[in-house]
């Protein structure tokens, strides 16, 4: 079997795996990735180009996902085994940290120019929910059901926002739900102190259970603060303010995941600027 090389690998990921061996199984594949089901939740292979993901590893090369059905799968420190040969190695892999630091919620011209961008999303997503409109099938579901979850952020109610979101979980079309993604962006922008202290986690966990597999994975990772590394780089550049350009660039590079996944998770982004910044007392209109 040829050994396939790791280029990049989460390191909360590479941390839960030192001196570990677990036992897997393929639980989907795609052209671009594949999804293991562990005892740590599932871990994802990336190709080559792809955007890393929490608990997911970015390959060197491209690989032949359908190795990983036959046989048996283990997961360790060094990388995936099938029935003991090593097929994907993480040894000359780099860590690179997932985890969003807290930090100052962005300002009103970065909560514009998202708005602002989202104004060309395409029709089947739920862009058109930052922009004042609610048709649609799945927009008219899921406005009033944002708006109690954002009514109850803003007065920091965990449970009533919890509740809120597993209403909200599994609605739209696609691998990733319009609102799961929409939820994952919100959640970037909540605070976590105070009355917010262990509400992203409730919120998340609140949604999983309203949703596929692969979906309540990424909402749990980014329940816990985890994110992709383009959506970092994202809240970072609204973080620090005054660079339309960057920022321009980084809202490109999320929308382009999936077909509205990206612009659903901007959606979400834009949400939570607003509310992030009420809770601080800033009304942005």
Not at 58 to 65: A, Q, T, V
Not at 145 to 165: C, D, I, K, S, Y
Not at 266 to 280: E, H, K, M, N, S
């Amino acid at each position: 079997m040829t050994t396939v090389q790791a280029e990049r690998i989460c390191a909360a990921l590479r941390t839960a795996l030192e001196g570990q061996c677990f036992p897997a199984r393929l639980h989907s594949r795609f052209r671009e990735a594949a999804n293991l089901d562990t005892p740590l939740g599932l871990v994802t292979l990336l190709s080559p180009r792809k955007c890393l993901q929490p608990y997911a590893v970015r390959l060197e090369e491209e690989m032949d996902y359908t190795v990983l059905e036959p046989g048996v799968l283990s997961l360790g420190s060094r990388g995936i085994a099938v029935d003991g040969a090593v097929a994907v190695s993480f040894g000359a892999s780099r860590a690179v940290d997932l985890h969003l630091t807290p930090g100052p919620a962005p300002g009103a011209e970065g909560a514009r120019m998202v708005r602002q961008f989202l104004a060309a999303a395409p029709e089947e997503g739920l862009a058109r929910l930052a922009l004042g409109r609610s048709d649609g099938l799945y927009a008219g579901l899921l406005a009033p059901r944002l708006e109690t979850l954002r009514r109850a952020v803003r007065a920091g109610e965990t449970e009533t926002a919890a509740r809120a979101a597993r209403r909200m979980a599994g609605c739209g079309p696609g691998l990733t739900p319009s609102s799961d993604d929409l939820i994952c962006g919100y959640l970037a922008l909540l605070p976590s102190g105070g009355a917010w202290a262990g509400m992203a986690e409730a919120i998340a966990a609140a949604a999983a259970r309203g949703t596929n597999d692969i979906s309540a994975a990424l909402l749990l990772r980014a329940g816990e603060g985890h994110f992709s590394e383009d959506a970092l780089g994202l809240i970072g550049c609204l973080r620090r303010g005054g660079e339309r350009r960057a920022l321009h660039t980084w809202l490109l590079r999320v929308a382009s995941f999936g077909s509205s996944s990206g612009y659903d998770f901007l959606t979400g982004v834009y949400f939570g600027v607003l509310d992030a910044c009420a809770i601080g007392g800033i009304r942005i209109d």
